[in-house]
Nanobody
Framework: QVQLVESGGGLVQAGGSLRLSCQASANILSFSVMGWYRQAPGKERELVATIGTGGTTNVVDSVKDRFTISRENAKNTVYLQMNSLKPEDTAVYFC?????????WGQGTQVTVSS
């Protein structure tokens, strides 16, 4: 059973930064793609960023100039660096990974940005 465990969420003021971490219980290079999603209250879960096995990254346009996805293979960890946070970034952030045709999700970490 593969597990994805997120950490790094919290309460931050607008303009601040947070770095989310997602540690996998399996080799992250065995995932064809890993990513971050978020779900704000009353809204659907939405894609934020992805990183492929080869290291190719994709960040959605709405946060592209503020968020960065990266990974540390030796720690089986994927990161989401979030800068210049805005109140509208408030959401539960979920780690996601596709491995052997199975999608895995973490339990989520809350990010709250105060104005």
């Amino acid at each position: 059973q593969v597990q994805l465990v997120e950490s790094g969420g919290g309460l931050v003021q607008a303009g601040g930064s947070l770095r989310l971490s997602c540690q996998a219980s399996a080799n992250i290079l065995s995932f064809s793609v890993m990513g971050w999603y978020r779900q704000a209250p009353g809204k659907e879960r939405e894609l934020v960023a992805t990183i492929g096995t080869g290291g190719t990254t994709n960040v959605v346009d709405s946060v592209k100039d503020r968020f960065t996805i990266s990974r540390e293979n030796a720690k089986n960890t994927v990161y989401l660096q979030m800068n210049s946070l805005k109140p509208e970034d408030t959401a539960v952030y979920f780690c996601n990974g596709l491995r052997a045709l199975t999608t895995h999700w973490g339990q989520g970490t809350q990010v709250t940005v105060s104005s």
